[in-house]
């Protein structure tokens, strides 16, 4: 195990060799991904394989350097200025010409590596089977074959279909992992994984040690002594984890509530209803009664714990309204849930929308913005919305780019306008109090991401969209 604080120590360390050693950054990737998810220094990971290995790497390269590094060419140098082109066809011997595209070009550099040593070459393929794989149903089944006579499990082989599916939809080419065999295939392969479990029963000791460990991995002690109230709970009362917890494919009533414990001064002991279980086939539910232990970790105790600083807006609900822009109405089209938005909307049509609105409810507890996108920001409209809702959390929802602007005469400055007005509302919204949304996935690199009339999103554009809201 070691502490956050001393990884990005070495991290540092071996990014600063890099600057020298620009091949080596190749070997800092598992250190940056270990980092990932944790906030404070004193937070640990384990060192696992893969680190040890890029480690090794690290040590390797120390003692075979002889103290040598060459400057690179500032400049990249493409196959016009090379006089590099090259032709593959295919046949009926041959197969498919996608695969020997990249024949001439390890030809090109087994012969002229010497020559091209220290240069930044940019090379153009125009065949679009080497970026986006698989091509055929044929190449997908193979692939699943393979990892199944590796051994993968199932739950693997579903992962790397998940990834092939994404980049297919990125770069807006047929899914080739939405054929009716490939689903077949997967669903043939979970049957024939006969995996044992080899996990551990929970014992008091393990539940233990795991409650001790809640301060050094939660955010605040509300987190933690939730947390503690749900494994004393799970543990002490035989309880499924989809008794406790929500699911996407189950609606909110089917998890226990905090309307289903109650605490029994008399017995001190905790009367629990489940609403729905596995084995409760009708849903009638049933009632258990868990005791108070002489035990370090009594769930009574824990529960009791919880309840007591549990904040008060856990009881009554939140409002939120999303208003403003036709990416608002068409992403909660998409979701099937309510919206306010309409297509062409402008700073000028915000104020008069959200007083319309105050007429008939009352102010929400969360208010996102998201406008800007035809016409210009201004701060006069921003100020007056923060006096119209003191008492409401302000989200800027930044301005989303798009692959073509109405009236544009050079898109990378529209691009840059676009940026430097989010970072100007943004800096605004925080300083007065509220926060903003970014959504980093969307950007003009997947044009699958946007829709053919290239100002708004597609399907999957719209549900990363809602996903960040």
């Excluded at 070997?27 to 890029?54: I, L």
């Excluded at 044992?196 to 050094?216: A, E, N, Y």
């Excluded at 629990?272 to 409760?280: A, E, G, L, Q, R």
């Amino acid at each position: 195990m070691t502490t956050i604080k001393e990884l990005q120590s070495i991290v540092g360390l071996l990014k600063f060799c890099s600057r020298a050693i620009p091949p080596a950054r190749a070997f800092n990737r598992r250190f940056y991904d270990a980092m990932c998810g944790f906030v404070k220094p004193y937070h640990r990971n384990s060192v696992n394989h893969e680190m040890k290995e890029y480690i090794n790497a690290w040590f390797m390269f120390l003692d075979l350097f002889n103290g040598i590094t060459s400057y690179e060419n500032s400049q990249w140098i493409s196959n016009q200025q090379l006089q590099l082109f090259i032709y593959s066809a295919g046949g009926p011997l041959l197969g498919c010409a996608a695969i020997f595209e990249l024949v001439p070009i390890s030809m090109a550099f087994y012969i002229w590596g010497s020559k091209l040593q220290n240069k930044k070459i940019v090379l153009h393929t125009d065949n679009m089977a080497l970026l986006v794989w698989p091509k055929f149903l044929s190449q997908m089944t193979d692939f699943i074959a393979y990892l199944s006579i590796k051994g993968n499990a199932s739950s693997t082989v579903k992962s790397y279909i998940s990834a092939i599916a994404y980049h297919c939809k990125i770069h807006n080419v047929y899914d080739v992992t939405q054929s009716f065999i490939i689903k077949k295939m997967v669903v043939g392969l979970s049957r024939l994984d006969k995996r044992t479990d080899v996990r551990m029963p929970i014992t008091v000791d393990i539940l233990q040690k795991i409650i001790r460990s809640l301060s050094f991995v939660c955010f605040s002690k509300l987190e933690s002594t939730l947390f503690s109230a749900m494994f004393s709970l799970a543990f002490f009362g035989f309880l499924r984890v989809g008794e406790l917890v929500v699911s996407p494919q189950r609606q909110q009533g089917h998890a226990l509530q905090s309307n289903n414990i109650r605490y029994v001064p008399h017995l001190n002991a905790l009367e629990i209803n489940v609403p729905h279980s596995k084995s409760d086939q009708f849903g009638h539910g049933f009632t258990i009664f868990i005791p108070s232990t002489y035990l370090p970790m009594c769930a009574v105790k824990a529960v009791r714990s919880f309840m007591n600083i549990r904040p008060s807006f856990y009881e009554c609900p939140k409002t939120v309204w999303i208003v403003n822009s036709s990416l608002i109405r068409n992403a909660f089209v998409r979701s099937k849930q309510l919206f306010c938005g309409k297509g062409g909307t402008k700073w000028c049509d915000l104020l008069p929308q959200v007083k319309y609105l105050l007429q008939f409810v009352d102010p929400p507890n969360f208010l996102v913005l998201h406008c800007g996108g035809n016409d210009i920001a201004e701060r006069e409209v921003i100020k007056s919305i923060f006096r119209l809702f003191p008492n409401t959390k302000l989200f800027f929802s930044q301005i989303l780019p798009r692959l073509k602007w109405r009236h544009e005469n050079n898109h990378v400055a529209v691009e840059k306008i676009r940026k430097r007005i989010n970072s100007k509302i943004a800096t605004y919204v925080v300083s007065q109090g509220g926060l903003y949304i970014r959504y980093p996935e969307l950007t003009e690199k997947y044009i699958g991401l946007f829709h053919d009339d290239q100002v708004h999103l597609s399907q999957l554009g719209n549900d990363i969209f809602l996903f960040r809201i």
